[in-house]
């Protein structure tokens, strides 16, 4: 069973920043390339920054420069530094698996005002 837990989220005007943190019990963890997703109302959820097991990362271009992935893997844990929020970054932020994720934890409500 795979059980992932995120939390750090909030309300932030824009400008702002917020750390993301995640719990992720995935077997194989430190060799398991992981992400951080976002989804709104309506969209499909999409990937916004990816991480592998050696701490090699990839970024969505619309938050390149601004959201920092992270990972820390004796705690199993995947952190998403997020600066320079704008309001286009309101979402719930999840974090998974990047190769057929399969089970999703509730997310984190990220709402940045203008």
């Known amino acids: 069973q795979v059980q992932l837990v995120e939390s750090g989220g909030g309300l932030v005007q824009a400008g702002g920043s917020l750390r993301l943190s995640c719990a992720a019990s995935v077997i194989n963890f430190s060799n398991t390339p992981m992400g951080w997703y976002r989804q709104t109302p309506g969209k499909q959820r999409e990937l916004v920054a990816a991480i592998s097991g050696g701490g090699s990362t990839n970024y969505a271009h619309s938050v390149e420069g601004r959201f920092t992935i992270s990972r820390i893997n004796a705690e199993n844990t995947v952190y998403l530094q997020m600066n320079n929020l704008q309001p286009e970054d309101t979402a719930v932020y999840y974090c998974?698996?990047?190769?057929?994720?399969?089970?999703w934890g509730q997310g984190t409500q990220v709402t940045v005002s203008s």
């Open positions: 998974n698996i990047l190769r057929a994720p399969t089970y």
